[in-house]
Nanobody, 127 residues
Framework: QLQLVESGGGLVQPGGSLRLSCAASGFTLNYYVIGWFRQAPGKEREGVSCISSSGGSTKYADSVKGRFTISRDNAKNTVYLQMNSLKPEDTAIYYC????????????????????WGQGTQVTVSS
């Protein structure tokens, strides 16, 4: 079965940094587009970033562009989200998700396109 596990969340002060990891098992990461999403309390889930199966194409939400960087290491079956210059409004549960390239080959940030989801990791930005 396809499994994704997020890690790296925690409490950080505004302006600080965190690196989230999304470890995959049960499938070959090379054949999946990976997306990062987040959901704050009382808010709708929103797309944060995505990366193509090869890592050659990435997308970012305007709210995080220039501050967050998505990357992948297919040899380690892991995708990362480096988050710098964190703001209180970044506080949310962060999820990674996967979609097979046979279903969706282009990098997208629409949650409906992703069939496999991790359990989420909490990121709290506060002074």
């Amino acid at each position: 079965q396809l499994q994704l596990v997020e890690s790296g969340g925690g409490l950080v002060q505004p302006g600080g940094s965190l690196r989230l990891s999304c470890a995959a098992s049960g499938f070959t990461l090379n054949y999946y587009v990976i997306g990062w999403f987040r959901q704050a309390p009382g808010k709708e889930r929103e797309g944060v970033s995505c990366i193509s199966s090869s890592g050659g194409s990435t997308k970012y939400a305007d709210s995080v562009k220039g501050r967050f960087t998505i990357s992948r290491d297919n040899a380690k079956n892991t995708v990362y989200l480096q988050m710098n210059s964190l703001k209180p409004e970044d506080t949310a549960i962060y999820y990674c998700a996967a979609v097979h390239i046979g279903v969706q080959a282009m990098c997208v940030m629409s949650s409906a396109r992703f069939g496999s989801w991790g359990q989420g990791t909490q990121v709290t930005v506060s002074s």
